[in-house]
């Protein structure tokens, strides 16, 4: 149904989705950071990058948890949208050039991170997919468990 006209858009709610997300998110990016320059052994330039891909791959993996808290796991509304798949594509392609064409690369200060490297940054990266994911079970159960029974 329509909202009230006097409602804001964003409401106390959301604020604090937008909040607690962006949270874990920083939270994965510096912890993807301090495993590249110490884990890895990494050097500055790489860490760096490591961090600005995870911080990339991210937000783009965030799209999954946009979905419906009450809709299924893998079968969402998200995961039957191929523009989201063909998007996810786009941009993870166009990371990897601005990643190892040379130009680019000098614009953005990027250095390639190797596979360990790629590895932690799309293994980070899921960390607030799951955490999303964990999110949204417990939100539909509270709000399952709300509910008035109905005889």
């Given at each position: 149904p329509p909202r009230p006209s006097d409602e804001p858009i964003l409401t106390r709610y959301h604020w604090g989705e937008i909040v607690g997300y962006g949270v874990v998110i920083a939270g994965t990016i510096l912890g993807a950071f301090a495993l590249a320059f110490t884990w890895l052994e990494m050097g500055p330039e790489q860490a760096v990058t490591v961090s600005f891909l995870t911080l990339s791959v991210a937000r783009l993996f965030h799209v999954f948890n946009m979905r419906n808290p009450d809709s299924g796991l893998l079968r969402n509304e998200i995961t039957r949208n191929p523009f989201v798949w063909g998007a996810l594509v786009l941009c993870i392609a166009l990371l990897s050039l601005a990643v190892y064409v040379t130009p680019l690369a000098r614009v953005l200060e990027v250095t390639p991170p190797g596979v360990d490297?790629?590895?932690?940054?799309?293994?980070?990266?899921?960390?607030?997919?799951?955490?999303?994911?964990?999110?949204l079970k417990l939100r539909s159960r509270w709000k399952d468990a709300q509910q008035p029974e109905t005889p």
């Amino acid at each position: 149904p329509p909202r009230p006209s006097d409602e804001p858009i964003l409401t106390r709610y959301h604020w604090g989705e937008i909040v607690g997300y962006g949270v874990v998110i920083a939270g994965t990016i510096l912890g993807a950071f301090a495993l590249a320059f110490t884990w890895l052994e990494m050097g500055p330039e790489q860490a760096v990058t490591v961090s600005f891909l995870t911080l990339s791959v991210a937000r783009l993996f965030h799209v999954f948890n946009m979905r419906n808290p009450d809709s299924g796991l893998l079968r969402n509304e998200i995961t039957r949208n191929p523009f989201v798949w063909g998007a996810l594509v786009l941009c993870i392609a166009l990371l990897s050039l601005a990643v190892y064409v040379t130009p680019l690369a000098r614009v953005l200060e990027v250095t390639p991170p190797g596979v360990d490297g790629w590895l932690l940054v799309f293994g980070a990266s899921l960390v607030p997919v799951l955490v999303g994911q964990v999110y949204l079970k417990l939100r539909s159960r509270w709000k399952d468990a709300q509910q008035p029974e109905t005889p």
